[in-house]
Nanobody, 118 residues
Framework: QVQLVESGGGLVQAGGSLRLSCAAS????????MAWFRQAPGNEREFVSV????????SYADLVKGRFTVSRDNAKNTVYLQMNNLKPDDTAVYYC???????????WGQGTQVTVSS
């Protein structure tokens, strides 16, 4: 497994922006597909975005498409989530996760809180 540490969460007003980071260690970062998930109070954890091992392919949940951008820097062992035009419904704990190409998400960070005020 790879160790993951998220950062960059905080309190922001609706319409604002935040950039989350997820630093990886312990394994070869470029071997892992990386994803972001989030979990709001009382809700199940939901998929937000995923990026391929070389960063050439990305995918987003419909709720964030056009507002969020995922990227990665394999030289820095870090994946990012740029979040623009944030809405109160984006309030959640955001987690990054890693999996090998044919595996399941078995490495998770501790999460970072994002709170969007109206």
């Amino acid at each position: 497994q790879v160790q993951l540490v998220e950062s960059g969460g905080g309190l922001v007003q609706a319409g604002g922006s935040l950039r989350l980071s997820c630093a990886a260690s312990g394994r070869t970062f470029s071997n892992y597909v990386m994803a972001w998930f989030r979990q709001a109070p009382g809700n199940e954890r939901e998929f937000v975005s995923v990026i391929s091992r070389n960063g050439g392919s990305t995918s987003y949940a419909d709720l964030v498409k056009g507002r969020f951008t995922v990227s990665r820097d394999n030289a820095k062992n870090t994946v990012y989530l740029q979040m623009n035009n944030l809405k109160p419904d984006d309030t959640a704990v955001y987690y990054c996760a890693a999996r090998l190409l044919l595996g399941s998400y078995d490495s998770w960070g501790q999460g970072t809180q994002v709170t969007v005020s109206s």
